[in-house]
Every structure is written in structure tokens, then in C-alpha cells.
């Protein structure tokens, strides 16, 4: 049997960020299923920065605003210059939409000063496919970025490596138990022990919880699509900005010379390999065609992932309640790329038990939000 400090499960975007935030004084082991870690929801995101996406939740604002300065600069272990690309996103409506519109305008407007109403020349200018349907009315966030999911993913887990912290891959979690104050992980051909056990293992962390015997969460994996779509002939789409629907119904976004459009689904599933089903692909060359002068006649390639939410819609990090060394890193729905650093700083600071970072308190975070007991 190997000894560590503390096993993580789970090598996505959550594992690996905390992983690399407790790495360094502690003997650190991330086990994921996969020959890959990033294989399930990390490597299929849309891979937006999007401020005041979710904002109504102070949980998910507040996780987001305090991950900016990592991806704006990050340490020189990721190896880039920055993990954001300026993108911008207009938010576009169709005239039949257009009072409810300005009502989520005027409520996003008091938040984020940078968001200005734009003009029909502004969207055709930006967007010079796009249909009257959709040129009329809308709204342009300037502060909107891609995010380099990958640079960032491999800059933890180098971190992870740096400090003697292990990645063990094709290494499933299939018994956990409790004995004499550590956990004792089995995989296919090792069991692996240590005192603290961190859950993040994505939509199947009520899966794990249940191996442990913790209560579950109540987690619910949605199914999200998206697919990729040729522009026409000569038409460089490169330049534009992220377009969502005002009414949340689709988003289309450049995506290496073609256009990434999603149909925005929430489709309840098992916590599986996701695979898009062909209404949904169906939905999103649909809503493509319905904002952009388009004609589709092949979808490049589509896929599918799962956004995992419990109930009120905000993660899920703390210690379990109902058993000793056991903490939840699940729920981060559609958040989890653009708020990994805030929120890996968060975990990995109450399992030092040295309370909220300062900058996530300076904004009155309250742990109360994310913990598990609220559930
Ligand atoms: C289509 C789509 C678009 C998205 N767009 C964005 C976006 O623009 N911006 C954003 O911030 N977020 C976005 N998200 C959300 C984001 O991708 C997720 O919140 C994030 O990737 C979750 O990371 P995770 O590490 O919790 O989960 P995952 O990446 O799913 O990682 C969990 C890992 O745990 C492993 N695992 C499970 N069980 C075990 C076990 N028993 N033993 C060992 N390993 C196990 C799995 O194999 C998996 O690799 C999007 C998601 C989707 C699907």
C-alpha cells in the first residue's frame, strides 16, 4: 500500500488546480479513470471568460472575479504570457424580445460599467453574416476572453510534478474505505492510503461519495452540445465576438477558423462518456442558420459534455459533515474553467484551515454558499 497526504480523484480542471495548491508541503496523489486527464468536461468547455455570466450568484461572481489575475498573468510555470484572450461578447435579441432584453440590460448594466447598448451598424459591423432577425438591438461586454483551457490544465498539473506530487492515469477509484483514520483508495492494482480524501470527480463525485460511504449531493450532470460549423467561402470569422442569445437560447462563438455554435441544452444524464444526440445537433445548425446568413450542409464535428449542478446552482467545497476527511470539489456547472483558480485557492485553504483567501474576503465571500451542509 502507497501512503500520501492526500488523494485527490479526479484529474480535470478541479482536481489538478487544487491539486497544485496543496502540492507544496504535502504528499499529493491525483488518480484519474482516464488515459488523459481533461478527457470529460474540462477538454470539451466552450473555454469563455465571462464576468457576468451567472452573476446573480454571488458565489460563482465572486470565484470568477478573483481568478482574473491568475489567467491574466499567470506564474511562469504555464509557460504563456497570458491564459486570456480579448474576444468581447454581443448579446443579441430579436425585436420580439427586445423588452425583456433591456430589463436583463439594465440589471446587468449596474454590475459591469464596461456593457454598452449597440446599434444595428455596430453588430453588422461586427458580425457581418448575421440576419436582420437579430441586427436590431443588443449589447456588447468588451471584458469577455478565451480562455487557454489546455495551458492552464497542464500548468497545475506541472506544478503538481514540481513539487513530487503524482498523476496516476487509467487509475479508476473503485472501493473506498475508512480505516483507522485514513481513507484506503483501491484502483484496478494498487490500493493507495491517506488521511484526507478530496473529491473532484466531476459528475461522478455522488458516484465516489457513495463508494465512501458520504451522502451524496444530489448532483445533476446536464448534457450540453455543441458543433462545428464551416463558414462561407471566404468569409474569416476569426475576429468576431462570442454571440449568445438574450434569452439564453443558443451561443455561437470563432473556434479555429470555423463557427462553434451551441443550442445551450440541459439535458438531465448519467454520469457517462457524453455523446451529442442528433436533435440537439439538429438545434444547434438551426439556431445558427436562424442569427447567421448560413447555409450548413456538414457539421465538421459535434460533441457533448456534461455541466454537473446541485440544486441552488453554486459549487459545492468543503468537508463532508457526516464522516471524517472527506471533501467535496463538485458542482461547478458551466463555471468551472473560468473560476478554477479562485476556487482551488478557496479549497485548499480551508483544508489548511487557514479560512478565505484575503482577496475572496475582501468581497465578502461567505463559505456558507459553497458548503456541503447547505444541501
Ligand atoms: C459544452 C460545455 C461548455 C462549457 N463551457 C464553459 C466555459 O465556457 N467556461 C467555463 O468556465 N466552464 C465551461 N464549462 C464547464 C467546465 O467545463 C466544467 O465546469 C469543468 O470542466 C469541471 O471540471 P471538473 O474537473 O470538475 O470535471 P471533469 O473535467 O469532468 O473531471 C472529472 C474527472 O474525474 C474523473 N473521475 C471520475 N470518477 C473517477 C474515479 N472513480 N476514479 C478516478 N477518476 C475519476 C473523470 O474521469 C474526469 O476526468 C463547459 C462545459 C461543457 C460541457
Known amino acids: 500500500m502507497e501512503t500520501f497526504d492526500i488523494i485527490i480523484v479526479g484529474a480535470g480542471m478541479a482536481g489538478a488546480s487544487v491539486a497544485a495548491e496543496l502540492c507544496d508541503g504535502n504528499r499529493v496523489l491525483l488518480l484519474e479513470r482516464e488515459e488523459q486527464p481533461g478527457y470529460h468536461a474540462t477538454g470539451r468547455s466552450a473555454a469563455a471568460y465571462i464576468p457576468s455570466y451567472g452573476a446573480d450568484n454571488l458565489a460563482l461572481h465572486y470565484l470568477t472575479a478573483c481568478s482574473r489575475s491568475i489567467l491574466q498573468e499567470p506564474p511562469s510555470v504555464f509557460r504563456v504570457p497570458t491564459l486570456l484572450h480579448q474576444r468581447g461578447l454581443l448579446s443579441l435579441c430579436t425585436p420580439a424580445q427586445k423588452a425583456q432584453a433591456s430589463v436583463d440590460f439594465d440589471r446587468l448594466r449596474a454590475t459591469f460599467a464596461g456593457i454598452a447598448q449597440v446599434d444595428t451598424a455596430f453588430i453588422r459591423h461586427s458580425i457581418p453574416l448575421i440576419r436582420d ?7 456588447f461586454e468588451p471584458d469577455v476572453h478565451d480562455i487557454d483551457v489546455h495551458a492552464l490544465h497542464e500548468g497545475y498539473l506541472r506544478i503538481l510534478r514540481q513539487h513530487g506530487g503524482r498523476l496516476v492515469n487509467n487509475a479508476e477509484a473503485v472501493a473506498i474505505e475508512r480505516r483507522q483514520q485514513c481513507w484506503q483508495v483501491q484502483t484496478r492494482d494498487t490500493v493507495y492510503s491517506a488521511p484526507l480524501l478530496v473529491n473532484a470527480a466531476g459528475a461522478w463525485a455522488d458516484q465516489v461519495a457513495r463508494l465512501a460511504g458520504v451522502n451524496p449531493i444530489g448532483l445533476m ?18 475576429g468576431w465576438p462570442l454571440i449568445m442569445a438574450t434569452d439564453g437560447s443558443f451561443y455561437l462563438k470563432p ?18 462518456d457524453a455523446r451529442p444526440e442528433e436533435l440537439d445537433v ?30 441552488d446552482r453554486s459549487p459545492v467545497l468543503g468537508y463532508a459533515n457526516d464522516v471524517d476527511g472527506f471533501f467535496w470539489l463538485a458542482g461547478q456547472g458551466g463555471h468551472g ?29 461567505d463559505p456558507a454558499w459553497v458548503a456541503p451542509g447547505r444541501l
Not at 447555409?295 to 455541466?307: D, P
Not at 483558480?341 to 475572496?360: E, F, K, V
Request: charged letters at 15%; a negative charge; one cysteine or more.
Open 282 to 311: 439538429a438545434y444547434a445548425v438551426h439556431y445558427a442558420q436562424a442569427a447567421l446568413r448560413l447555409e450548413v450542409r456538414r457539421v465538421e464535428h459535434s460533441w457533448a459534455g456534461l455541466r454537473s449542478f446541485v440544486a
Open 221 to 238: 450532470p446536464l448534457r450540453r452540445t455543441a458543433v462545428l460549423l464551416q463558414p462561407p467561402p471566404g468569409c474569416e470569422v476569426s
Open 337 to 365: 474553467i473560468q473560476m478554477a483558480p479562485a476556487t482551488a485557492r478557496l479549497a485548499a485553504a480551508q483544508i489548511a484551515g487557514s479560512g478565505i483567501p484575503a482577496d475572496l474576503a475582501a468581497l465578502g465571500f
Open 133 to 139: 432577425e437579430y441586427a436590431s438591438s443588443g449589447w
Open 255 to 272: 473556434d479555429a477558423g470555423l463557427i462553434l455554435a451551441s443550442p445551450a441544452d440541459e439535458h438531465l444524464s448519467e454520469a457517462c
